[in-house]
């Protein structure tokens, strides 16, 4: 009987959510909602969690709090979360699908191995698309062992139907703890569809690469450079 009181409510949120689409009327709502956006073939891509919305009545666009975009696994029978997207606060077009902030953002794989964080971010259904103007730090996991990338940058766009991710303006990217680094204009990373991990990459602009403090001290500058994070 309690799972099944619980998940009346959680009905009544999720119908509650889906009133506030497209009302002409002003909605001043809170207590927690979900919603479901769809995409191709009538099926779930998205869930919408959030705890209050604020619309005015000529308004199509609302101002929720503790906003939280659940991107579902593309091309699956399954509705499988793959990325988080969380703000305290965001503009959502119910219109067209469209959520900019100006607040702290993170962005991070179900699994929490790798994790995005910026200020302010714009997210569009229609074009599968995350972009963070002022990115702060990016820890993405890789394949086949217990190491990371740590990439800073100034501004990150994600692909996520592609799962193409591009870090533009004085990047910059360490392997691992003491590992080797490099610097560039533009990184685009390849991430794994199913598991959100960094398999190869693509530094574009003025190129340099250093080795590991301690080792052998070799430093390479290009325009770009090509590299495979799938072996160990």
Request: glycine share 8%; proline share 3%; with cysteine.
């Amino acid at each position: 009987m309690i799972r099944l009181r619980r998940s009346l409510i959680l009905t009544v949120c999720w119908l509650n959510a889906t009133r506030l689409v497209g009302q002409e009327t002003a909605v001043d709502a809170s207590g927690g909602f979900s919603l479901a956006l769809y995409g191709e073939k009538d099926r779930v891509t998205v869930n919408l969690r959030y705890e209050s919305a604020r619309k005015p009545a000529d308004s199509k666009i609302a101002q929720l709090t503790d906003l939280t975009l659940e991107l579902l696994a593309p091309d699956t029978e399954l509705d499988t979360i793959q990325w988080r997207l969380s703000s305290e606060e965001c503009a959502f077009d119910f219109d067209r699908d469209i959520a900019r902030s100006s607040a702290p953002t993170a962005l991070a794989s179900a699994d929490g191995e790798t994790s995005v964080t910026g200020v302010g971010f714009e997210w569009s259904k229609d074009t599968a698309s995350i972009h963070l103007p002022q990115h702060q730090q990016s820890i993405l996991a890789l394949p086949e062992n217990d190491s990371t990338l740590s990439v800073r940058a100034q501004r990150f766009t994600f692909h996520t139907a592609s799962g193409l991710a591009v870090y533009e303006g004085g990047v910059t990217v360490h392997y691992g703890v003491d590992g080797d680094q490099m610097s560039t204009d533009r990184l685009e990373l390849q991430l794994d569809p199913e598991s959100s991990r960094a398999t190869e990459g693509r530094a574009l602009g003025a190129v340099v690469l250093q080795s590991a403090p301690g080792e052998s001290g070799l430093r390479v500058a290009g325009k770009e450079a090509l590299f495979d994070l799938s072996v160990a």
